[in-house]
T-cell receptor, first 112, second 113 residues
């Protein structure tokens, strides 16, 4: 089955700096890669997703890049703000699959 | 528009007791999912229902059963609760078809003593 590795497990940045979270996946047939943000005690919320026919996608301060050859994808947050502090999860789903496999999460702390 | 609603929000059980977690969505989604979240483990899929009338096992189905009651509702049952099932349980739903964004409920925090 699919295996998703996520790094780092914790990340601290100064407000205004950029943050990058990286994930690798094992199944070369995977073709859907969402990112979720989870604040303490709250539900996971989808913040951005990318499909395998696209190499990069941006939404304001958030961007995701995908390298299918290397089987890794990354989340980039620019101009970080204290409200970006949360746990971020990457996930991957195979072609024709309803199943999402999640990484173990990255706790991002933005220091004012 | 409530999205995905889970009940109860908190529950404490004794080992061996049974319990059903309820989930309902009002987004007219065809697919629904049950996950568990444990510290440091991310989210793991227990069962999913691609459409009304179908259910399939996910990554960690042992000890659980599910029922897709209708298009809106998808329940998760623990027949004989064990301490290893102490977790936060999330229900999610998505539009029809594979690789669709999943929308999560607020979760049920379940402790088994």
């Amino acid at each position: 089955g699919e295996n998703v590795e996520q790094h780092p497990s914790t990340l601290s940045v100064q407000e205004g700096d950029s943050a990058v979270i990286k994930c690798t996946y094992s199944d070369s047939a995977s073709n859907y890669f969402p990112w979720y943000k989870q604040e303490l005690g709250k539900r996971p919320q989808l913040i951005i997703d990318i499909r395998s026919n696209v190499g990069e996608k941006k939404d304001q301060r958030i961007a995701v890049t995908l390298n299918k050859t290397a089987k890794h994808f990354s989340l980039h947050i620019t101009e970080t703000q204290p409200e970006d502090s949360a746990v971020y999860f990457c996930a991957a789903a195979g072609a024709g699959s309803y199943q999402l496999t999640f990484g173990k999460g990255t706790k991002l702390s933005v220091i004012p | 528009n409530a999205g995905v609603t889970q009940t109860p929000k908190f529950q404490v059980l004794k080992t061996g007791q049974s319990m059903t977690l309820q989930c309902a969505q009002d987004m007219n989604h065809n697919s629904m999912y049950w996950y568990r979240q444990d510290p440091g483990m991310g989210l793991r899929l227990i069962y999913y229902s691609a459409s009304e009338g179908t259910t399939d096992k996910g990554e960690v189905p042992n000890g659980y059963n599910v029922s897709r009651l209708n298009k809106r509702e998808f329940s998760l049952r623990l027949e004989s609760a064990a301490p290893s099932q102490t977790s936060v349980y999330f229900c999610a739903s998505s539009e029809s078809g594979v690789n669709q964004p999943q929308h999560f409920g607020d979760g049920t925090r379940l402790s088994i003593l």
